[in-house]
């Protein structure tokens, strides 16, 4: 069961690989809105795309992985 407010899912990525629970967030403004999701050492930045796939009956949009950037030490 997913929370009500999901509406986005990632692709791609090293979240690519995840389970599709760990891939679901709720963006403000999925037309505009980037995200960027620390992991460990690292920012990957993810896109919206047009694209939508349907989960459980939710129509959920789509973000693409596009690159990383590193935290300066």
Known sequence: M???NVNTILRGGSMGSKPV???????????EDVLKIFLGNRYEH????VDVEEL???ALH????????YVAE
């Open 21 to 31: 629970g760990e891939r679901l967030f709720h963006v403000k403004d999925p037309a």
């Open 56 to 58: 459980d009956g939710r």
């Open 62 to 69: 789509v973000f693409d992985w596009s690159h990383n950037t």
């Open 2 to 4: 997913q929370p009500a």
């Open 46 to 49: 993810y896109y919206p795309t």
